[in-house]
C-alpha cells in the first residue's frame, strides 16, 4: 500500500513536471526597444499569441539594455531599433560573429520641431550641427532668431545610436542636449517649446496634434530587428515568421 502511494506521488511529480515545461515552451522572454515594443509588439500581440501559441514577456529598457540582457543569458532575444552594427558599437560589445539579425520593418525616423517655427527644412549636416552644438540659433537654418533647445534621447535608447551613427557620425552630442526619458516626454517638450527640436520614430508623431510640425530631411530609415545569439530556438523562429508576415505588418503603428 504504502509502496502504490510512493508510486502514485512520484506519477503526479513527473505529470505537474511535464506541464510546467509544457508552459515555459510556450514563453519567450524580449529586452530591449521601447519603440519595437510600441510598433510592433503591442498592436500584433493578440494575434501573434492566437498564431503561434506563444507569449512574449518583454522588458522594454532601451537597445543597449536588450544587447546586454542578451549577452549574459537574461534576454532569449533582444528587439532594437537601429542597425546591429550601430547598437554593438553604443554597447561595447565585440561582434563575435555569433548574433543574427532579423529585420522585422523599416522605420522612418523624423525631425519635429513646434508648429510655431518657420524653418522648412534641414540637411543631415545642419542636423548634425545642431546636435553637436556647432549650429546654436534656429537663424542659421531659416528659423526665427532664438537659440535651438536640442532634445535627445537617454543612452540605452536605439533612437540615440541611430542618430550618433547615421546623423553624427560617431561626433558627440552637445553636452548643453536635453536628455528625455520617454519618446513622450519629447512630444511634450517639442509641443511646448517654440525653440525645441527632436528626433524620433513617425510613428509616435502621428495623430500628436497641430502643435507638432514634422521638419523636411532627407530619409531617415532603420530597421527594428530581434536580434539572437547563432540560430533562433524554434519559438523565436515562429514569432519572427509571423512577424514577418503581411498580417503581422498590418497591424504596426
Known sequence: MRRSKHIALAAAVIVLSVAAGTAAAGQVQLSGSTTFQKRVLDPSQKLLEKKTGIICQVTAAGTVRGLKDLMKGEASAAIIACPLDAALLETGIPPEGTYQEHVIMQDQVVA?????????????????????????????????????????????????????????????????????????????IVGKSPIAIALLSEGFVKGNGKQLKVVKTPAMKRPLSIITRDEPSADLKAIIKFLKSSEAKKLFL
Do not use: C
Open 112 to 188: 519635429i520641431v513646434n508648429a510655431s517655427n518657420k524653418v522648412k527644412g534641414l540637411t543631415l549636416s545642419q542636423l548634425a550641427d545642431i546636435h553637436s552644438g556647432k549650429i546654436a540659433n534656429w537663424k542659421d537654418v531659416g528659423g526665427p532668431d532664438d537659440r535651438i533647445v536640442v532634445v535627445v534621447p537617454p543612452a540605452s535608447s536605439g533612437t540615440r545610436a541611430f542618430l550618433k551613427d547615421m546623423v553624427m557620425k560617431g561626433a558627440a552630442i552637445a553636452t548643453s542636449a536635453y536628455t528625455t526619458v520617454t519618446d513622450r516626454e519629447a512630444i511634450d
